[in-house]
């Protein structure tokens, strides 16, 4: 492969050298740092050694001429050298075994479904750097081809793109490369808007915020008892950016994990999102004992207050116009008359929040994640319901950023979205309480001593009972009962 | 009935205060007596004090210290002053092998503090400018302290008067008639070896003392108007150092930059990122940056003087570009 030879910079206030001598000529071969040619320049003159071992295929510029620092003089053939070894000029380059950790852990091979030196198919998806040291070991003369292969296409990138991620070298920091290996987040799979392009501490988060970077599943069956290295390995759950103790949770199996495997199955790994999950819901019951509390609420006028306010609203505002913002809005309302409802517990202490910010749970396709609308209590219901479908559709196209699905206070999910009579969700931590609104139903309902057919909804409040008493719980309901049944805010 | 007070008067304050409090605590220095000090932190207090108890000595810093330690060994707490920093450096032996020492080797304690004006900034050449504490931040058994504002100024004057063992009270001659603050007319002490978080911010942290703690807050306005929030920590004790109020602050920001008025090399921004990237190494996200004076002596000419100090602009300048890594 072709390793070109560079005038060096032989100084900080040098920039440029002229070859006073060729000492090899085209077709003659040279070790490393054997010296290849003479220069002059303002300040020194010097021997200048071989970059790479091979044979010069090329001279470019001449004895005499002058060119200036970083201009390709010459071009070496290194076909068959040592892998990993670059031209002097390229920067970046660390350390060979560095390199080559780097180079294994991080590449985004074109063809995922490489089978790895022990012949388990979680490589992909497993810690990329130990199962992939292991095949550059194994695979010796295999793996060196390999990494020229890289070599070539890195050189190639790195011509067009200064400092870009390019899967060997990927700029970040120490901070960006733990929450990276907290979360399974491959860094070669992100772009970097830090500077020179490295990958900033912001966009880890985002990374992380909207799911983290998927990982192929693998399907297959095994047969054999699993002895080697699970796919479904437990995971202790990624350290929170900022302090706070971590609730680690390890996923737990509830019977010996070998009962899990017979017959004919097929193992997908979780996604990260499906991980912290998974986490979140363990965690979030065994801290806090959920009680609930079931109302229902006549929607009957607002209702009809949306149907006849939807077109012009939809044409006015430009924007969706859904029950959301109510439901939003008479929860404000309960949370203001009861704050204990809008707070948070860290071990002895109640940490009342002066801010009412509402999570909203949103289905994904794979998961479901939680954007937060900030300061409901001062947006009016326009506000409320732009913040509401700005959140859902950032959140389905995946360009929620961490602020948004950090600092809730309270939550509301909506299991009614998928026809759902009533839920019982699960309180989303650090929060001390949910509600949960069901289907809108027109159902038949005794109002003054008769039976009318009313839209009816169930609303369920998932409550942290170490603070939230039932009688608060019960009154909270029936604020957010009462702000519905008699809506008055005007919505156009 | 709070009352507005400068740097200078809190400290007299606390002298004053400490004084009447015990009648153990003498001072000791250069014209303190007659004159009432070079920068008049203790006039009218021969008249209120006495000579015994405000002794005015001959110009020697060695005697002042030495003398002080042995007054220290007959149950007395001394209040050295020496009327310029700069000149700590004619009594270093007393002070690095005698004041830091002799609790250690001979289980003689010595509750004395030795204070004076220090830092630049006032045209005042090199030998009336320089920041000379890390000569002794680097003496196992000594406390060093440097406030930036007049309510710690007194509140770690009253505590180093109290506290048993030696404290080196760094006063920054700039801040003395330029900064003053409401101070309460309670008793009330800060603790040595806490350090202050005057600005909260998410972006970086800047780690900070004396004068360029204030520096550091302007340029914290500044940025903040370009939306880069700084969170601005001030040391107030340099030993020992508040490690935890650093780490929780970098673990916040994960960035820092620190700024001081002491010049670069063996100036304390190094033992701070060294502290950093031992305890909070994976939560960086970016270099550790420093801001500090030009490693020469202090220059007397004033656009030199300057050059050499950092300033609102320089710090400004190195947290954008930390902000921007």
């Known amino acids: 492969m072709a390793v070109d030879v560079v005038m060096p910079q032989m100084g900080e206030s040098i920039f440029e050298g002229t070859i006073t001598k060729w000492l090899k000529k085209p077709g003659d071969r040279v070790e490393r740092d054997e010296p290849l040619f003479e220069i002059s320049t303002d300040k020194v003159d010097a021997e200048i050694p071989a970059p790479t071992a091979g044979v010069l295929k090329e001279i470019k510029v001449n004895e005499g001429q002058t060119v200036p620092v970083q201009t390709v003089v010459g071009v070496i053939d290194a076909a068959g050298a040592a892998a990993g070894v670059p031209a002097t000029a390229k920067p970046g380059k660390e350390s060979k075994p560095a390199q080559a950790k780097l180079a294994a852990a991080e590449q985004p091979k074109p063809t995922p479904a490489t089978p790895q030196a022990d012949g388990s198919s979680e490589s992909t998806n497993a810690p990329a750097a130990p199962p992939a040291a292991q095949t550059k070991d194994a695979a010796g003369k295999d793996a060196e081809t390999e990494e020229d292969t890289e070599e070539n296409e890195t050189e190639e990138e790195e011509a067009e793109a200064p400092a870009a991620s390019d899967g060997h070298h990927v700029r970040s920091s120490p901070l960006v490369r733990r929450l990276a290996r907290e979360n399974n987040v491959d860094l070669s799979t992100l772009t970097g808007t830090g500077a020179g392009g490295r990958i900033s501490k912001k966009d880890i988060l985002s990374a992380i915020a909207s799911g983290g970077s998927q990982q192929k599943a693998a399907p297959s069956t095994r047969p054999a008892a699993p002895a080697a290295a699970p796919a479904t390995k437990p995971v202790s759950a990624p350290a929170p950016s900022a302090g706070g103790a971590a609730a680690h949770v390890t996923l737990e199996t509830a019977v010996p994990r070998e009962r899990i495997y017979f017959g004919r199955y097929e193992v997908q790994p979780m996604s990260v999102m499906r991980q912290r999950i998974a986490e979140h819901m363990v965690a979030s019951k065994r801290v806090s004992p959920h009680v609930y509390s079931i109302d229902e609420a006549d929607m009957t006028k607002i209702a009809a207050m949306r149907a006849k306010a939807k077109a012009e609203f939809e044409t006015r505002f430009e924007t969706k116009l859904s029950f959301m913002p109510f439901f939003l809005q008479a929860a404000v309302e309960a949370l203001r008359a009861f704050p204990t409802v809008n707070s948070s517990v860290d071990g002895n202490n109640i940490v009342f929040h002066r801010e009412i910010n509402i999570g909203m749970a949103v289905a994904l396709d794979n998961g479901l994640i939680v954007p937060v609308v900030k300061n409901a209590e001062e947006k009016n219901f326009l506000g409320l319901q732009r913040a509401v479908n700005d959140l859902a559709e950032r959140a389905r196209t995946k360009k929620l950023k961490p602020e948004d699905v950090q600092e809730s206070t309270f939550a509301i999910t909506n299991p009614g979205t998928f026809g759902g009579l009533m839920g019982l969700p699960v309180i989303n931590q650090p929060n001390v309480a949910i509600l949960g609104v069901g289907a809108i139903q027109k159902r038949a309902v005794v109002v003054d001593d008769a039976i009318a057919i009313r839209s009816m909804v169930y609303l369920t409040l998932s409550y942290d009972h170490r603070v939230v008493d039932g009688a608060t719980a019960h009154q909270f309901m029936g604020k957010v009962k009462e702000t519905l049944e008699h809506w008055s805010e005007a919505i156009l | ?325």
Request: some cysteine.
């Open chain 2, 1 to 325: 009935m709070p009352q507005q007070v400068t740097y200078l008067e809190a400290i007299r304050q606390a002298l004053i205060e400490e004084m009447d409090r015990d009648p153990a605590v003498v001072m000791i220095g250069e014209d303190i007596g007659v004159y009432g000090g070079a920068f008049k932190v203790s006039a009218g207090m021969l008249e209120r004090f006495g000579w015994e108890r405000i002794i005015d000595t001959p110009i020697s810093e060695t005697a002042i210290i030495g003398a002080a330690v042995g007054m220290s060994y007959q149950g007395l707490r001394p209040i050295a002053e020496l009327q310029f920093i700069d000149f700590i450096a004619c009594c270093f032996n007393q002070i690095t092998n005698f004041v830091a020492k002799s609790h250690y080797r001979w289980g003689a304690p010595v509750p004395m503090v030795i204070r004076g004006p220090s830092g630049g900034g006032v045209h005042g050449g090199p030998f009336h400018s320089q920041n000379p504490e890390m000569y002794f931040v680097h003496t196992p058994g000594l406390k060093v302290v440097y406030p930036s504002t007049a309510y710690d100024a007194k509140g770690l004057m009253k505590s180093a008067v109290r506290d048993n063992n030696p404290v080196i009270f760094f006063e920054h001659k700039f801040l003395y008639r330029r900064i003053k603050e409401d101070l309460p007319d309670e008793e009330y002490t800060v603790p040595i070896g806490k350090a202050a978080v005057r600005r909260e911010g998410r972006d970086l942290t800047i780690v900070s003392y004396a004068a360029m703690a204030h520096t550091s807050l302007e340029a914290a306005e500044k940025l903040a108007g370009e939306g880069i929030e700084a969170e601005v920590v001030d040391l107030r004790t340099l030993l020992p150092l508040d490690r935890d109020t650093i780490l929780n602050s970098v673990k916040k920001t994960n960035k820092l930059l620190i700024v001081h008025e002491d010049t670069r090399t063996g100036g304390i921004a190094g033992e701070v990122a060294a502290l950093v990237c031992e305890g909070a190494f994976e939560d960086l996200d970016g270099p550790v940056l420093r801001v500090t004076s030009l490693d020469t002596p202090v220059p007397f000419s004033p656009p030199l003087e300057e050059y050499f100090l950092p300033n609102v602009e320089k710090v400004a300048a190195a947290a954008r570009e930390l902000a921007k890594y």
